[in-house]
């Protein structure tokens, strides 16, 4: 079996790492001709505007995914005429637009903070009447790890966040007081059976994922029942096929959805080695037609980033229990690099071991 990846990054060689012992070969599409996948397989470095790297990625493909929600619609669809793509296209259009996304939820009856679209300056003012202050504001696009976002507190603020957007088309969202973010991540297969993981708690600093702790305990039967609804929703409505992750805000007893994730997510990294199957075969099961795996934790277990330059791996391998992942990327500013996964009994021990571990090295200096 050989399946297609667009994208280069440290998804894809998660997905490659899951997939060899399986036997199945990858082949990689990236405009980088240094992406970390290069280390491990068959690398088309071209443009996504190139047809003629398309089509070579292309010949020969038994099934083709893509590693980041990014991917230029354009592109996937001429790769979609010629090879079976997964998760689908309308997965993709939902996910890079964020007004899109949250009209998509709405539509499911699924919650979400109040939000608000804003074209120019005069809408952002007129939307900080349906969201409240204080808001976030959001360009629709092309934002991820706290890019393209800015904080609105008083109505004073409003112009010059336009400014920092870039006078950008955006969305103004509710600042929700929640009480901890929250993802789900399910896998979908082409008969629809479908595996949901246990609910994740994440850490986020300055926009980006600094860890992820896994499986909640302290939350009811209620809540848990909420979110896998939530997702099944979006699941079917797209008939989708693969990995799919969706973020929460929890607030009291509710969730609202913040985005979703067409693709293997960085909040279930912890799955390689904390879960029976971990979410990056589940998602080459699914697109391949092979039986999904049990996606129950077998520990307790937490994740953590490695955020802006790469430790010593002798100081990394020195940490009891620690299972070290390191992605082939040169360092720089808010860029993940690796992360580090702890898997133990006690949900206590694993929580104050990566407590320790975001503290020593999930921020951008040390």
Known sequence: MRVGVLGGGQLGRMLALAGYRLGIQFRFFDP?????????????????????????FCDGLDVATFEFENVPIHAARFVAERVKLYPPIASLDVAQHRLREKEFFTSLGIPTPKYAAAGDADELLRALDVTGIPAVVKTTTMGYDGKGQTVVRDRAAAESAWERIGRREAIVEELVPFDRELSMIAARDLDGREVYYPLIENEHSDGILRVSRAPVHDVSLQLRGAAED??????????????????????????????????????????IEGAR????????????????GEADATGEAAMVNLIGEIPPLRELLSIPGAQVHLYGKAPTERRKVGHITLVGE??????????????AFGTETR
């Open 277 to 292: 199957t971990s979410q990056f075969e589940n998602h080459l099961r699914a697109i391949l037609s092979l039986p999904l």
């Open 346 to 359: 006690s949900a206590r021990d694993v929580g104050t071991l990566a407590e320790t571990l975001r503290r």
């Open 32 to 56: 980088n001709s240094g992406a970390p996948v290069g280390q491990l397989g068959e690398l088309i470095a071209a443009s996504y505007d190139d047809e003629a790297a398309l089509a070579k």
């Open 230 to 271: 939530y997702v099944r929703r979006i699941l079917q409505s797209l008939d989708y096929i693969g990995i799919l992750a969706v973020e929460f805000f929890q607030r009291g007893g509710e969730l609202l959805a913040n985005e979703m994730a067409p693709r293997v997510h960085n909040s279930g990294h912890w799955t």
